[in-house]
């Protein structure tokens, strides 16, 4: 194990108890304390205000434009909805993607698209394929519990670096890498509102992250699935369209953030020698994805229902992001700082090193408001201070409430 300015490099621990025969990969498996808050706080029975998941507001969920969606397509389909599909997907998903994707800066083709269970399947085979036991992998810190969680799972040793206001700090990868001793084998990104900090990257160092990859030989995972939710300033070119096809660009999509996360339905779009192998990786993960939730976000997409959701979403999205921190300096002006995100459902709340955001999660459930504590945002447990907050998911009301609450709880502390 080596040592970085930023931190160290954190290979997997064995985390298990040696009773059963478990595989060496088996230590690699972390879990994600974001995905077990939500069962914490679906046991709970008194009244939170939960900033913690990072869900689409119920209410912007077209639930009943659903009910009526799988109503007709499994009328329409009858048994084959229910049949094993093809693993690169259904052909009517493709299609409309395809089609609605060439409406927008993410262009691309059928050979370069794969349907995946979700953006989580997506990360999932991107390790699978890149990394091996002790392969170096940059990621931001913080970053996304789920993605730093996976390479971790396939035995990679991680490497945090730097984010500030515009993203990741792509000027300090060639020191680091120097420190390494060793060249990355992918560097994983979350460019456009990232999970935990809401920050996007800006052009320049994603132009200079291009140039890095290049000319390491390195895979950049770039996971997006907020990029669609811009709702102020500039769009800024992504990865894909950057990179024009560049085979060391492997983008990972989801419906989860602008249809439903319950859908599980995602895509791959990568170099389609790539895709070929996702493929044969697919089919020994889950054989095809979900048939007739492809055939609902097919038809919801043939219906050209996808752009004016997206409108009433950005728009809400901003409302409540706005809402947010008007509550945030009404309550916390002395005693935080926190970003300000253009776009998608987080932001990021930094106190004072003296507060332990852990222990204010604890005491903060009993009294009604729940978040994601910012240790769970980095391999080596640093932003011990810090906490991540959906905006999307609370009406501002419910912000309000909510935030009141963790400044009462506070005070407790
Ligand atoms: N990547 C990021 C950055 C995310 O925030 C999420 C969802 N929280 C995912 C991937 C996973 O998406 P899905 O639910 O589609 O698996």
């Given at each position: 194990?080596?040592?970085?300015?930023?931190?160290?490099?954190?290979?997997?621990?064995?985390?298990?108890?040696?009773?059963?025969?478990?595989?060496?990969?088996?230590?690699?498996?972390?879990?994600?304390?974001?995905?077990?808050?939500?069962?914490?706080?679906?046991?709970?029975?008194?009244d939170i205000v939960s900033f913690a998941?990072?869900?689409?507001?119920?209410?912007?969920?077209?639930?009943?434009?659903?009910?009526?969606?799988?109503?007709?397509?499994?009328?329409?389909?009858?048994?084959?909805?229910?049949?094993?599909?093809?693993?690169?997907?259904?052909?009517?998903?493709?299609?409309?993607?395809?089609?609605?994707?060439?409406?927008?800066?993410?262009?691309?083709?059928?050979?370069?698209?794969?349907?995946?269970?979700?953006?989580?399947?997506?990360?999932?085979?991107?390790?699978?394929?890149?990394?091996?036991?002790?392969?170096?992998?940059?990621?931001?810190?913080?970053?996304?519990?789920?993605?730093?969680?996976?390479?971790?799972?396939?035995?990679?040793?991680?490497?945090?670096?730097?984010?500030?206001?515009?993203?990741?700090?792509?000027?300090?990868?060639?020191?680091?890498?120097?420190?390494?001793?060793?060249?990355?084998?992918?560097?994983?990104?979350?460019?456009?509102?990232?999970?935990?900090?809401g920050?996007?990257?800006?052009?320049?160092?994603?132009?200079?992250?291009?140039?890095?990859?290049?000319?390491?030989?390195?895979?950049?995972?770039?996971?997006?699935?907020?990029?669609?939710?811009?709702?102020?300033?500039?769009?800024?070119?992504?990865?894909?369209?950057?990179?024009?096809?560049?085979?060391?660009?492997?983008?990972?999509?989801?419906?989860?953030?602008?249809?439903?996360?319950?859908?599980?339905?995602?895509?791959?779009?990568?170099?389609?020698?790539?895709?070929?192998?996702?493929?044969?990786?697919?089919?020994?993960?889950?054989?095809?994805?979900?048939?007739?939730?492809?055939?609902?976000?097919?038809?919801?997409?043939?219906?050209?229902?996808?752009?004016?959701?997206?409108?009433?979403?950005?728009?809400?999205?901003?409302?409540r992001m706005m809402a947010m921190q008007t509550s945030l300096e009404r309550h916390f002006s002395e005693q935080a700082a926190w970003t300000n995100p253009?776009?998608?459902?987080f932001l990021w709340l930094t106190f004072g090193?003296h507060v332990?955001t852990?222990k204010l999660f604890?005491l903060g459930v009993?009294n009604g408001v729940a978040f994601i504590p910012g240790?769970?945002?980095?391999?080596?447990?640093?932003?011990?201070n810090a906490l991540r907050l959906c905006f999307?998911?609370q009406t501002p009301e419910r912000t309000e409430l909510g935030i009141s609450r963790l400044a009462d709880t506070l005070r407790s502390l």
């Amino acid at each position: 194990m080596s040592h970085t300015e930023s931190g160290h490099i954190v290979p997997p621990t064995f985390i298990s108890p040696v009773r059963h025969p478990w595989a060496a990969r088996a230590k690699g498996l972390v879990g994600s304390i974001i995905d077990s808050s939500t069962s914490l706080l679906q046991r709970q029975t008194h009244d939170i205000v939960s900033f913690a998941m990072g869900s689409p507001a119920a209410e912007a969920v077209p639930s009943d434009a659903f009910r009526e969606i799988y109503d007709s397509v499994l009328a329409d389909a009858g048994a084959a909805a229910f049949a094993y599909g093809a693993s690169e997907g259904e052909v009517t998903l493709r299609g409309e993607l395809l089609a609605y994707l060439a409406t927008t800066p993410e262009r691309t083709s059928a050979e370069r698209l794969l349907i995946t269970s979700g953006g989580m399947q997506g990360l999932d085979l991107a390790a699978k394929l890149f990394v091996d036991p002790g392969d170096l992998v940059i990621v931001e810190a913080p970053t996304y519990t789920n993605g730093s969680a996976t390479l971790l799972a396939y035995g990679a040793d991680i490497l945090e670096a730097p984010i500030d206001d515009q993203g990741l700090l792509v000027e300090a990868l060639p020191d680091l890498v120097h420190q390494a001793g060793r060249t990355p084998k992918a560097i994983y990104v979350i460019p456009n509102f990232q999970n935990p900090t809401g920050t996007a990257m800006s052009l320049e160092r994603r132009h200079l992250l291009l140039d890095l990859a290049r000319k390491w030989g390195t895979i950049i995972i770039d996971d997006d699935p907020y990029g669609m939710l811009r709702f102020g300033g500039d769009h800024i070119p992504g990865f894909r369209e950057l990179g024009g096809g560049d085979p060391l660009v492997f983008s990972v999509r989801t419906f989860s953030k602008i249809l439903a996360p319950g859908l599980r339905v995602g895509w791959v779009d990568a170099d389609p020698a790539i895709v070929a192998k996702l493929i044969d990786a697919k089919q020994t993960m889950d054989t095809c994805t979900n048939v007739p939730n492809q055939l609902l976000a097919a038809e919801f997409l043939r219906r050209g229902d996808l752009e004016p959701h997206l409108r009433r979403l950005r728009s809400e999205y901003q409302r409540r992001m706005m809402a947010m921190q008007t509550s945030l300096e009404r309550h916390f002006s002395e005693q935080a700082a926190w970003t300000n995100p253009q776009g998608g459902f987080f932001l990021w709340l930094t106190f004072g090193e003296h507060v332990d955001t852990s222990k204010l999660f604890d005491l903060g459930v009993p009294n009604g408001v729940a978040f994601i504590p910012g240790r769970a945002f980095s391999v080596t447990g640093r932003f011990g201070n810090a906490l991540r907050l959906c905006f999307a998911s609370q009406t501002p009301e419910r912000t309000e409430l909510g935030i009141s609450r963790l400044a009462d709880t506070l005070r407790s502390l």
